[in-house]
């Protein structure tokens, strides 16, 4: 895993993405969306699980703690040039799920296209006891923050709800780069 701390790392990951699409087969009006997501544990990165024994050692290794999962959300405005990136981070608290549960979970193949290994929308494992943050950034895109960058552009996209179960709006800090950032 990288040696980059999580909060460098998604934004950089976003925003070469967002780099890496070519101007000349895009209309100057458009703009490109990317991000990133990744799990911390005692921040080190945590990618996804290849074998079901890296997932029986992540999903141990998260039980009955708490980590972060951060997202890097790049947009690219193709009129100006200029990228976007907003970051938010989630603070998740694990239950203290049995080692029964991890392996019904590895049986059915669910932690090889995750990060941490865990997806919190699993209504069989429900290995999450608290979320502080963000909600759809754990499950995989900050809406809210996406909607406050889109609006900043003068899109016309609704009022994302608040993104967390407690009603709080998510916490984004957000950067301004030109494209050669």
Do not use: W
Request: charged fraction near 20%.
């Amino acid at each position: 895993m990288p040696a980059e701390p999580p909060d460098a790392y998604v934004l950089r990951l976003s925003r070469a993405k967002a780099m890496a699409l070519p101007p000349e087969r895009l209309m100057p009006e458009t703009y490109a969306l990317t991000a990133d997501t990744t799990v911390a544990l005692d921040g080190a990165i945590i990618g996804k699980p290849e074998t079901p024994d890296e997932a029986r050692a992540m999903l141990r290794a998260l039980r009955g703690r708490s980590h972060q999962v951060y997202t890097g959300v790049a947009l690219r405005d193709f009129a100006t040039g200029e990228v976007q990136t907003a970051l938010v981070v989630t603070t998740v608290h694990m239950r203290d799920y049995t080692d029964e549960e991890i392996e019904a979970y590895i049986a059915r193949g669910e932690p090889f296209d995750k990060a941490g290994g865990y997806g919190v929308q699993d209504m069989r494992f429900r290995p999450v006891q608290q979320i502080e943050g963000c909600l759809t950034n754990v499950i995989g895109l900050p809406l809210c923050a996406v909607s406050a960058m889109l609006r900043a552009k003068g899109v016309a996209v609704p009022q994302a709800p608040a993104c967390s179960p407690q009603n709080l709006p998510c916490t984004i800090d957000a950067h301004i780069a030109d494209a050669s950032g």
